[in-house]
Protein backbone atom coordinates (compact mmCIF):
# COMPACT_ATOMS: atom_id res chain seq x y z
CA UNK A 1 0.00 0.00 0.00
CA UNK A 2 1.80 3.34 -1.26
CA UNK A 3 1.90 5.86 1.10
CA UNK A 4 1.55 9.50 0.55
CA UNK A 5 3.31 12.65 2.56
CA UNK A 6 2.17 16.01 2.59
CA UNK A 7 4.97 19.13 2.10
CA UNK A 8 4.45 22.38 3.75
CA UNK A 9 5.73 25.16 2.25
CA UNK A 10 7.36 26.33 5.06
CA UNK A 11 10.10 28.93 2.75
CA UNK A 12 6.89 31.02 1.77
CA UNK A 13 5.25 30.92 5.48
CA UNK A 14 8.76 32.24 6.66
CA UNK A 15 9.56 34.87 4.89
CA UNK A 16 6.33 37.40 5.71
CA UNK A 17 7.27 36.11 9.36
CA UNK A 18 10.44 37.50 8.88
CA UNK A 19 9.26 40.16 7.30
CA UNK A 20 6.94 41.60 10.02
CA UNK A 21 9.45 40.67 12.53
CA UNK A 22 11.52 43.38 11.11
CA UNK A 23 8.65 45.86 10.45
CA UNK A 24 8.00 45.62 14.18
CA UNK A 25 11.61 45.94 15.39
CA UNK A 26 11.76 49.29 13.23
CA UNK A 27 8.22 50.62 13.95
CA UNK A 28 9.61 50.16 17.46
CA UNK A 29 12.85 51.79 17.02
CA UNK A 30 10.74 55.00 15.49
CA UNK A 31 8.82 55.01 18.67
CA UNK A 32 12.14 55.37 20.82
CA UNK A 33 11.71 51.81 21.83
CA UNK A 34 15.21 50.53 21.17
CA UNK A 35 17.66 49.13 23.85
CA UNK A 36 19.18 50.87 26.11
CA UNK A 37 22.30 53.71 24.91
CA UNK A 38 24.45 52.15 27.12
CA UNK A 39 28.07 51.09 26.08
CA UNK A 40 29.65 48.19 25.51
CA UNK A 41 33.17 49.14 25.34
CA UNK A 42 34.70 49.58 28.82
CA UNK A 43 35.96 52.51 28.64
CA UNK A 44 39.03 53.69 31.03
CA UNK A 45 37.76 55.99 33.88
CA UNK A 46 40.48 58.72 33.20
CA UNK A 47 42.83 59.88 30.58
CA UNK A 48 45.33 62.24 30.41
CA UNK A 49 45.57 64.99 28.07
CA UNK A 50 48.69 67.59 27.40
CA UNK A 51 49.36 67.03 31.10
CA UNK A 52 45.58 67.44 32.16
CA UNK A 53 43.60 64.20 33.72
CA UNK A 54 40.59 64.14 32.92
CA UNK A 55 38.01 62.22 34.20
CA UNK A 56 35.35 60.35 32.29
CA UNK A 57 32.01 62.39 32.64
CA UNK A 58 29.30 59.12 30.64
CA UNK A 59 29.34 56.64 27.69
CA UNK A 60 26.79 55.63 25.24
CA UNK A 61 26.18 53.71 22.15
CA UNK A 62 25.07 55.05 19.27
CA UNK A 63 22.37 53.31 16.93
CA UNK A 64 21.14 54.01 13.96
CA UNK A 65 17.65 52.02 13.45
CA UNK A 66 18.31 48.70 15.78
CA UNK A 67 21.64 49.00 14.49
CA UNK A 68 24.82 49.62 16.64
CA UNK A 69 27.29 52.17 14.82
CA UNK A 70 29.79 53.36 17.68
CA UNK A 71 30.55 53.63 21.17
CA UNK A 72 31.25 57.01 22.94
CA UNK A 73 32.62 58.53 25.75
CA UNK A 74 33.03 61.96 27.34
CA UNK A 75 36.04 63.19 29.08
CA UNK A 76 36.16 66.43 31.17
CA UNK A 77 38.42 67.84 33.54
CA UNK A 78 35.66 67.24 35.78
CA UNK A 79 31.81 65.50 36.09
CA UNK A 80 29.12 68.32 35.20
CA UNK A 81 25.12 67.89 35.30
CA UNK A 82 23.78 69.23 32.07
CA UNK A 83 25.01 68.96 28.52
CA UNK A 84 25.44 73.34 29.06
CA UNK A 85 28.22 72.94 31.32
CA UNK A 86 30.24 70.49 28.72
CA UNK A 87 29.87 73.69 26.05
CA UNK A 88 31.00 75.92 28.63
CA UNK A 89 34.28 73.51 29.76
CA UNK A 90 36.20 74.20 26.74
CA UNK A 91 38.31 76.64 28.84
CA UNK A 92 40.43 73.30 28.97
CA UNK A 93 41.30 69.90 27.44
CA UNK A 94 38.26 67.65 26.33
CA UNK A 95 38.54 64.13 24.57
CA UNK A 96 35.96 62.47 22.88
CA UNK A 97 36.80 58.83 22.31
CA UNK A 98 35.26 56.24 19.79
CA UNK A 99 34.92 52.25 18.97
CA UNK A 100 33.59 51.43 16.32
CA UNK A 101 30.46 48.76 16.52
CA UNK A 102 30.14 47.38 13.36
CA UNK A 103 31.95 48.19 9.27
CA UNK A 104 31.37 52.11 8.70
CA UNK A 105 32.16 53.78 5.15
CA UNK A 106 34.48 56.50 5.93
CA UNK A 107 32.20 58.60 3.66
CA UNK A 108 29.35 57.91 5.49
CA UNK A 109 31.52 59.16 8.61
CA UNK A 110 32.47 61.88 7.57
CA UNK A 111 29.27 63.14 6.22
CA UNK A 112 27.56 62.27 9.20
CA UNK A 113 29.62 64.67 11.43
CA UNK A 114 29.10 67.40 9.02
CA UNK A 115 25.05 66.63 8.91
CA UNK A 116 25.34 67.15 12.68
CA UNK A 117 27.45 70.23 12.82
CA UNK A 118 25.19 71.74 10.04
CA UNK A 119 21.98 71.14 12.19
CA UNK A 120 23.10 72.81 15.32
CA UNK A 121 25.13 75.72 14.51
CA UNK A 122 24.24 78.73 12.69
CA UNK A 123 25.15 79.81 9.06
CA UNK A 124 27.91 82.13 10.15
CA UNK A 125 29.44 79.41 12.15
CA UNK A 126 29.41 76.98 9.30
CA UNK A 127 31.28 79.75 7.05
CA UNK A 128 33.78 80.52 9.64
CA UNK A 129 34.80 77.31 10.38
CA UNK A 130 34.13 75.94 6.61
CA UNK A 131 38.02 74.68 5.92
CA UNK A 132 38.20 72.82 10.14
CA UNK A 133 34.79 71.08 8.50
CA UNK A 134 36.39 70.09 5.34
CA UNK A 135 40.04 68.56 7.35
CA UNK A 136 37.39 66.78 9.42
CA UNK A 137 35.33 64.67 6.16
CA UNK A 138 38.76 64.52 4.47
CA UNK A 139 40.04 62.77 7.69
CA UNK A 140 37.05 59.91 7.82
CA UNK A 141 36.38 60.13 3.83
CA UNK A 142 39.94 59.57 3.26
CA UNK A 143 39.58 55.60 4.58
CA UNK A 144 37.21 52.86 2.46
CA UNK A 145 35.95 52.12 6.41
CA UNK A 146 35.99 51.83 9.67
CA UNK A 147 36.17 48.06 10.97
CA UNK A 148 33.95 46.82 14.00
CA UNK A 149 36.18 47.61 16.91
CA UNK A 150 38.63 50.20 15.40
CA UNK A 151 38.70 53.11 17.46
CA UNK A 152 38.67 57.03 16.94
CA UNK A 153 38.58 60.67 18.96
CA UNK A 154 38.50 64.55 18.58
CA UNK A 155 40.85 66.10 21.23
CA UNK A 156 40.92 69.68 22.55
CA UNK A 157 43.40 71.88 23.72
CA UNK A 158 42.69 75.23 24.45
CA UNK A 159 44.87 77.17 22.34
CA UNK A 160 45.80 74.39 20.31
CA UNK A 161 42.65 73.28 18.61
CA UNK A 162 40.68 70.01 17.95
CA UNK A 163 42.97 67.42 16.95
CA UNK A 164 41.81 64.15 15.34
CA UNK A 165 42.81 60.60 15.85
CA UNK A 166 42.45 57.03 14.25
CA UNK A 167 43.69 54.25 16.01
CA UNK A 168 45.03 56.55 18.21
CA UNK A 169 47.46 58.12 15.27
CA UNK A 170 46.52 61.59 15.11
CA UNK A 171 45.81 62.85 11.60
CA UNK A 172 47.62 65.74 11.14
CA UNK A 173 47.90 69.05 13.15
CA UNK A 174 45.16 71.11 15.28
CA UNK A 175 42.68 72.54 13.55
CA UNK A 176 40.31 75.55 14.83
CA UNK A 177 39.30 77.17 18.24
CA UNK A 178 36.99 76.54 20.76
CA UNK A 179 34.19 77.83 18.64
CA UNK A 180 34.59 75.01 16.31
CA UNK A 181 35.03 72.64 18.79
CA UNK A 182 31.94 73.88 20.67
CA UNK A 183 29.91 73.21 17.32
CA UNK A 184 31.68 69.47 17.31
CA UNK A 185 30.31 69.01 21.01
CA UNK A 186 27.17 69.89 19.71
CA UNK A 187 26.90 66.67 17.27
CA UNK A 188 25.82 64.98 20.19
CA UNK A 189 25.16 67.44 23.00
CA UNK A 190 23.18 70.24 20.97
CA UNK A 191 19.29 70.83 20.03
CA UNK A 192 19.10 68.55 17.46
CA UNK A 193 21.80 65.85 18.70
CA UNK A 194 22.64 62.72 16.47
CA UNK A 195 20.66 60.43 19.13
CA UNK A 196 18.91 61.17 22.13
CA UNK A 197 19.23 58.19 23.75
CA UNK A 198 23.54 58.64 23.12
CA UNK A 199 23.69 62.34 25.01
CA UNK A 200 21.15 60.99 27.83
CA UNK A 201 23.66 58.23 28.20
CA UNK A 202 26.66 60.46 28.25
CA UNK A 203 25.46 62.70 30.96
CA UNK A 204 23.90 60.09 32.99
CA UNK A 205 26.59 59.68 34.88
CA UNK A 206 27.24 63.68 36.62
CA UNK A 207 27.75 64.24 40.19
CA UNK A 208 26.53 62.90 42.87
Known amino acids: MKTSTTTFPTHSRSRPVARSACALALAAA ?3 FVAPAMAATAFEPTQNVQGTPLVLQGAGTRYRAVFKV ?3 ALYLPRKVRTADEVLAATSGPVRLQFVAQRDIPGTDLGLSFIKGLSANATPDQIRRHTPSSNRLVEIFSGRSKLASGDTFAMEFVPGKGTTFY ?7 APVGDAEYFGMVLRIWLGASPVDHQLTDAVMASGPT
Open 30 to 32: SLG
Open 70 to 72: YDM
Open 166 to 172: IQGQAQG
